[in-house]
């Protein structure tokens, strides 16, 4: 059974940094890209970034561009989202979702259960 | 970027209703549109996948179609438990959503 649990949410002040974890399991890690993608309360869902299956190519949204960073240890089946400079706008359940492609179309077939990050001094 | 344009945001509808949530590309994607479910308090979930493929162990009455740049998800008898918001997704663009409510 495919599994994603992610962790490393809490409360953080505007400025600060956090470290979100996912940790996979069911599948094999490294042969998939990964992906976060957040929901600010109350909000829809925005893409945040990615990761190619050997962490070698990454992708970031504008809005985080310079601030967080993706990696990814396949040794330990782990994504990861390091993040900085944390806004209040940051604030938002982050989930991490696995990238697949069937027919053409790219989807996030399995999602965590998502981690929620609060911004707030 | 692709612009992703839903509607409607929110639907309100009865118990066995057949129910339909639109999402407009910007430019020509061809097939590659996907749409979610997503109840209160849980991540997404996978529903259709290229336009119009189910998603294994999803149920028949979810469907969708569509091609270029209009696309359609039709629930063709809506149950008490399709209450969610819906999304459609090209890639890293979702759309803004369709919360469904029962009337």
């Known amino acids: 059974e495919v599994q994603l649990v992610e962790s490393g949410g809490g409360l953080v002040q505007p400025g600060g940094s956090l470290r979100l974890s996912c940790a996979a399991s069911g599948f094999t890690f490294s042969s998939y890209a990964m992906h976060w993608v957040r929901q600010a309360p109350g909000k829809g869902l925005e893409y945040v970034s990615a990761i190619s299956s050997n962490g070698g190519s990454t992708y970031y949204a504008n809005s985080v561009k310079g601030r967080f960073t993706i990696s990814r240890d396949n040794s330990k089946n782990t994504l990861y989202l390091q993040m900085g400079s944390l806004r209040a706008e940051d604030m938002a359940v982050y989930y991490c979702?696995?990238?697949?492609?069937?027919?053409?179309?790219?989807?996030?077939?399995?999602w965590g259960q998502g981690t929620l990050v609060t911004v707030s001094s | 970027d692709i612009q992703m344009t839903q509607s409607p945001s929110s639907l309100s509808a009865s118990v066995g209703d057949r129910v339909t949530i639109t999402c407009q590309a910007s430019?020509?994607?061809?097939?590659?549109l996907n749409w979610y479910q997503q109840k209160p308090g849980k991540a997404p979930k996978l529903l259709i996948y290229d336009a119009s493929n189910l998603e294994t162990g999803v149920p028949s009455r979810f469907s969708g179609s569509g091609s270029g740049t209009d696309f359609t998800f039709t629930i063709s008898s809506l149950q008490p438990e399709d209450i969610a918001t819906y999304y459609c997704q090209q890639f890293r663009t979702f759309g803004q959503g369709t919360k469904l409510e029962i009337k």
């Open positions: 430019q020509d994607i061809s097939n590659y």
């Open positions: 979702a696995r990238g697949s492609f069937n027919r053409g179309a790219y989807y996030f077939d399995y």
